[in-house]
């Protein structure tokens, strides 16, 4: 009985062995064909020098969804559309300005100074030029203590990142409610307007925009970020005398417009109704060409469909590759695929998503239940080699979040090396030429090969 006991474990130690040398060599293929023939970095170039920015409602995002669509039929997928949605349109509507003045030495002249601004996402425009008194605060705390202080004011939030967080997201999610919440806090005392420290730690003076949501309570006050570099000097200088800033920004909103998800299809052979779903969002802030936030994601994306096809890999699961419309400011695009799924009583096992850069991948995060977490753990020696040795808890995106609240989907989100992201989040300069191709490219890889072993392993 013993012998007999031994041997089926042995067989069985065998059959796994057999299996992970399997995955491990096909892997291997997946990397090999990405590394070498990869597609990614030249679609990356297409999409931004020939559509660059698009923002939601913006001609960029028609053009964006061309590309795509035309891109996922390029790469092989089966079958492929466009999943109508709604989504907002805000538009810039020109060149915002800020123009410090400040009294030098006693003098009744005013000495000025430009600052390096960008009005918030869905921010209201001051229509014509704003002037007043500068009122630096250091955090909500602070906003409170001087309330009174704050009416016909323009409130200045100097809140920056957080250093002494290793995970720079950990930053990011720290100090962006200065951005988020901070108008209609300001608003709620009288403020005129707000100019918000950039969610960065950079050391240039690019100024990062992203969405603020205001509190239908209280008046919508223009609301701009400001490059670092401008931050700290317009800090210094309030500590030594009043500084007055004149304001000019055009933000507005038009009607809501119609959007799309770009959708590709790999039909399942055994089992097609279950759903893998793999994306990035296609759309992305106005100041420059979205490379890293997040066509890196989408042209992964691709990368991975077009990978499985060159491979002659036959899915067992169907394998949905999405380019999200309006995760910027709306999420509207992530919300309509969740709700389109569950009304057609479609059963989504798994979704990844890639939306925090092309650069140098760590690892996944998953969000799940304890036996996803291991089986998802149990992988690490396959993707190690790739780069992705990091399986953590807590992962997903924007876009693919409303399938874990709709049906409970578990989720998982690339993490590549965070630490230059924000260096660019937002900013002018997040553009082609500071993506890396074989960090995109790796991303792209590791990215396959989780796919390939939910797919085949079921989640």
Known sequence: MKKRLLSFLAVGISLSAFSQSEDSLFIRRIADQILVNGKAYEDLRTLTKTVGARLSGSAGMYKAEAWGLKTMQGAGADKFWLQECLVPHWVRGGKDEAMASYPVNGSKAAKKKSLDVLALGNSMGSNKPLKGDVIEVKDFADLEAKKNQVKDKIVFYNYPFNNTYVHTFMAYRDAGMYRGQGPSRAAKYGAAAVIVRSLSSSTDNN???????????????????????????????????????MLHTHGKFLPDTLGHNVIGELKGTEFPNEYITIGGHLDSWDPAEGAHDDGAGCVQTIEVLRTLKALGYRPKRTIRFVLFANEENGTRGGNKYAEEAKAKGEKHIFALESDEGGFTPRGFGISGNDQQFAKASSWKALLAPYGASEINRGGGGSDIGPLARTQATPLAGLAPDPQRYF?????????????????????????????????????
């Open 423 to 459: 260096d660019i989040h937002h900013a002018r300069n997040d553009v082609f030429e500071n993506v890396n191709k074989r960090e995109l490219l790796l991303g792209a890889v590791n990215m396959a090969a989780l796919v390939y072993l939910v797919d085949k392993y079921g989640y």
């Open 207 to 245: 100024p990062h925009t992203g969405a603020t949501s205001y509190n239908d309570s209280f008046a919508k006050i223009p609301a701009v970020a400001i490059g670092l570099q401008d931050a700290d000097w317009l800090s210094n200088a309030l500590k030594a005398q009043p500084v007055s800033v």
